[in-house]
């Protein structure tokens, strides 16, 4: 998701979901280094825009003091929620024992959280998202106990591990495993698709609630269920490039961030199967992708 659930992408899909269907969203992860993250750079992550639905401030990082101090600054800027990220399978992220890497250290995630929930003292729920496992899924009990244990008030569980990375194969009752180990609430996510799998997943796996990430890149309307025509969905993609080339002065970048929604792109018939995919994608044109999309927005109800 990294690169997608920018404001330029998250508002319009917020701004599309009553929050009784999408009850909260996530900045991308903000990296945490040696050193506490300045207020401008969570402002950046924030944007501009407020809604109903909190949006939470994602953390990643391994140093319990430049998290603590990171995660006050958040708060001190209004931040509804604070979340630790302990899924990212990204190289980068193993490499600083971060991410998914801090699953090989249980009692060093437990510690991290601790120290997190120390630092914000009550003054916003702090949550947590792991993988099942790092290299198998035989330890998800272990790993959401010590994020219970260090005090989180919510734990995410992605039902992949991170050998698995993105497989299409998924296994739920990882998450079963993981609601049944715990008494915090549990958010289940992994493989959620359609508006239909929000609730199959919930009752699946016990979860009180569910994660979606790609799903709504495929579909930014998953949430209400709302199924809309080519010329909406066409309309929402002109709205983010719209965004981006105000933001990047050039029309170029933005056609590329197009492209990545497409590439998993469901709603409205705008990509009307993967052979037309292809066609979107391999189009080297960007003034014709775009011409594309508002040739579809102009046909109302197509």
């Not at 953390?59 to 899924?87: C, I, K, Q, T, W």
């Not at 796996?205 to 990430?213: D, L, S």
Request: charged share 25%.
């Amino acid at each position: 998701m990294e690169g997608v659930t920018a404001p330029s992408f998250r508002d319009l899909v917020l701004a599309r979901n009553p929050p009784e269907a999408l009850g909260g969203a996530y900045t991308e992860f903000v990296r945490v280094v040696d050193h506490p993250v300045p207020k401008k750079v969570f402002l950046e992550h924030l944007g501009p825009r407020r809604f109903v639905a909190p949006v939470g401030v994602q953390l990643m990082g391994r140093d319990p003091r430049a998290l603590m101090a990171s995660a006050v600054h958040a708060v001190e800027l209004g931040v509804p929620l604070v979340d630790l990220n302990f899924g990212c399978p990204a190289k980068g992220a193993l490499k600083g024992c971060a991410g998914a890497g801090a699953l090989r250290d249980p009692c060093g995630m437990e510690e991290v959280v601790r120290s997190v929930v120390r630092a914000v003292a009550g003054a916003v729920p702090v949550t947590a998202k792991i993988r099942a496992g790092y290299d198998h899924a035989r330890d998800v009990e272990v790993l959401a106990r010590a994020v219970e244990a260090g005090g989180a008030d919510l734990l995410t569980v992605h039902c992949r591990t991170r050998a698995e990375g993105y497989q299409p194969e998924v296994d739920w009752t990882r998450i079963a495993r993981a609601v049944a180990a715990v008494s915090i609430p549990v958010c289940g996510n992994g493989s959620v698709e359609t508006h239909a799998d929000l609730e199959r997943m919930r009752r699946e796996t016990g979860a009180e609630y569910a994660m979606v990430g790609r799903g709504a890149i495929a579909d930014p309307w998953v949430f209400s269920g709302q199924h809309v025509t080519a010329d909406v969905a066409a309309g929402f993609l002109l709205e983010y490039y719209d965004y981006l080339v105000a933001c990047a002065g050039e029309p170029k970048s933005p056609v590329q961030r197009v492209k990545q929604l497409l590439r998993y792109w469901t709603a409205g018939g705008v990509v009307r199967d993967e052979d037309d995919r292809l066609v979107w994608l391999r189009e080297p044109d960007p003034l014709a992708v775009i011409a594309r999309l508002r040739a579809l927005a102009a046909a109302p109800g197509a």
